[in-house]
């Protein structure tokens, strides 16, 4: 592989990373609103009504 190809492939990575741990962080600490807001949008989805 190249370098350019190798380097990219590790910033992505490294980035999608992050904001999984960011995401998992705000989860966590805000759970319960999280999801109740959830529920509401699915409820109110047209797919989750079929």
Do not use: G, H, P, Q
């Not at 910033?11 to 966590?28: G, H, L, N, P, Q």
């Not at 949008?41 to 009504?49: C, E, G, M, Q, W």
């Amino acid at each position: 592989m190249s370098k350019l190809y190798k380097t990219t492939l590790l910033i992505t990575m490294a980035v999608v990373t992050w904001k999984v741990v960011k995401i998992e962080r705000y989860i966590t600490r805000y759970s319960s609103d999280v999801s109740l807001d959830l529920e509401k949008l699915f409820a109110n989805s047209r797919a989750f009504k079929y």
